[in-house]
């Protein structure tokens, strides 16, 4: 480090005053003369602060002006704090300058908001899918370019997690996904990806599952058709054909749910299918359930029992509903070993509005209970063929569920049994029947 240079100054300063004090009094004037030096050194002084300051403002790009003294020392020190900090910027403009190309050559789009959720920068792909402009649209509201309902309801939904697709709104058939990321300041970056090509070959994809599920019916009920008047043969049959005919009518009972399921999957999926929107007697539905459910679950002397408290009301698709409840009930019956107990309940608590399917069965490993609503997963295949499941069950459940914004929440111990829950949104829950009732009273 270089040492403090005023001490030095400061002596130069004491010499001339002393030498201008003993030439004073040498001519017999020695506070005059010192006061003469001390003007001469005070106008040279502001002149040359004069000098400095012309530079400071004029001249930043120019070397600094040739000064002496003590001054100049300062002003080496801020011309070398200069270049440093022009250095710097001219580095950060160039990483800029490069973030930015490699920005506008993403085949994604990105644009980030400020704090106030306006426009504040944008790379060629977000511009070229949202049509925005530069400069016009800098400081705009990013809602009020993106009208979409569900992508405004995503925007201020903070605990959303997953990201949403929407239609273009300035190409219906372009299809976008859309995803925010918040950081900082309240500030937004939103990732904007083409999907149209992805949607398309999900489309194609259902399409052919609903065709050939649909094509296969026919041909299948011709041939249950057949299986079954054999069947008023069998005792005429030999043993061995009789037992490949029973088997027959087995299989054709499997293709026919498989398909059947199969079908019902893919028009759950199908985004483009409204669903029904009406409200639902839930506490009648479950009693029309648990009844089917005694129906099937008589053999294996298992008791179906329903809560007798007031159910909520729902609002959805009926028969979505009925088939996600009817897929649990039944599951619940062939993975309940013989004089088992399943019980039906619906609750209401602050956080849930749950339907839930309790049962003491053979329960469930851990380690499955994550996948089990993929299609065709099954803890034991032979079992689940066995008892005639598809593997398509549970993916039903999850789609209408879907459909209905809830959710399913499965809770089950190997040996002890299985606890299915539907957990509904408040928004779909009307007023249980009891309440209802009870403020007609008022
Ligand atoms: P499946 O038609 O095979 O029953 P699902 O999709 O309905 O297909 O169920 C997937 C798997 O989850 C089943 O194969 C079974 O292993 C397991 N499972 C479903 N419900 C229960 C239950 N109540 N108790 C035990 N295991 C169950």
């Known amino acids: ?43 040279y002084h502001v002149l040359q602060l004069a000098r400095f300051e012309q530079w400071l403002r004029d001249e930043k790009e120019q070397p600094p002006p040739d000064l002496h003294g003590y001054l100049n020392v300062l002003l080496d020190k801020v011309y070398y704090f200069q270049r440093r900090e022009r250095k710097a910027q001219a580095t950060l403009r160039n990483l800029l300058k490069r973030a930015q190309k490699s ?3 993403l085949s994604d789009g990105y644009l980030t908001l400020d704090r106030n959720d306006h426009l504040e920068w944008w ?3 977000a511009g070229q899918m949202l049509g925005l402009q530069h400069p016009t649209d800098v400081g705009q509201p990013l809602v009020q370019l993106l009208r979409d309902p569900d992508f405004i309801r995503y925007f201020h939904d903070e605990e959303a997690k997953k990201p949403i697709r929407i239609r273009n709104p300035i190409n219906d058939r372009m299809h976008l996904e859309l995803e925010l990321t918040r950081y900082g300041n309240s500030e937004k970056l939103l990732h904007i990806q083409d999907i149209t090509q992805l949607i398309h070959l999900e489309q194609v994809r259902t399409d052919f599952i609903a065709n050939v599920s649909h094509e296969l019916r026919t041909p299948l009920t011709v041939l249950k058709g057949y299986v079954e008047i054999l ?33 019902t999957l893919t028009r759950l999926e199908d985004a483009s299918a409204k669903a029904q929107e009406v409200e639902i007697d839930l506490g009648k539905l479950l009693k029309e359930i648990a009844e089917e459910a005694r129906v099937i679950a008589r053999d294996k002397g298992i008791r179906v029992t329903v809560a007798e ?8 698709d009926p028969k979505q509903i009925r088939s996600a409840l009817m897929n649990l009930v039944s599951n619940a019956v062939n993975y309940t070993n013989a004089n088992g107990h399943i019980q039906i309940t619906c609750e209401q608590s602050q956080d849930d509005n749950a339907v839930t399917i309790r049962d003491n069965g053979i329960g469930i490993d851990a380690a499955h209970i994550g996948r089990l609503t ?33 959710r399913l929440k499965i809770t089950s111990k190997l040996g002890e049994g299985s606890q299915f829950s539907c957990l509904f949104p408040a928004a779909r829950v009307i007023a249980a029947p009891q309440e209802a009732a009870d403020l007609s009273k008022l």
Request: include cysteine; aromatic fraction near 6%; glycine fraction near 6%.
């Open 123 to 125: 790379n060629v792909a």
């Open 374 to 406: 993929e299609r065709f997963y099954r803890v034991d295949p032979s079992r689940s063929t066995a008892t005639g499941g598809t593997g398509l069950g549970l993916a039903i459940v999850k789609h209408v569920l879907l459909r209905h914004n809830a």
């Open 103 to 105: 920005a506008n050559a």
């Open 309 to 316: 408290k007031a159910c909520f009301n729902l609002l959805g």
């Open 231 to 263: 069947e008023n043969f069998a005792d005429a049959l030999p043993p061995a054909m009789s037992k490949g005919l029973r088997t027959m009518e087995d299989q054709v009972h499997r293709m026919q749910n498989l398909i059947e399921d199969l079908f």
């Open 1 to 43: 480090m270089t040492p403090l240079q005023w001490p030095r100054y400061l002596r130069h300063l004491c010499i001339i005053l002393l030498l201008s004090l003993t030439l004073g009094a040498l001519i017999g004037y020695p506070l005059e003369v010192v006061c003469i030096v001390l003007a001469i050194l005070a106008i």
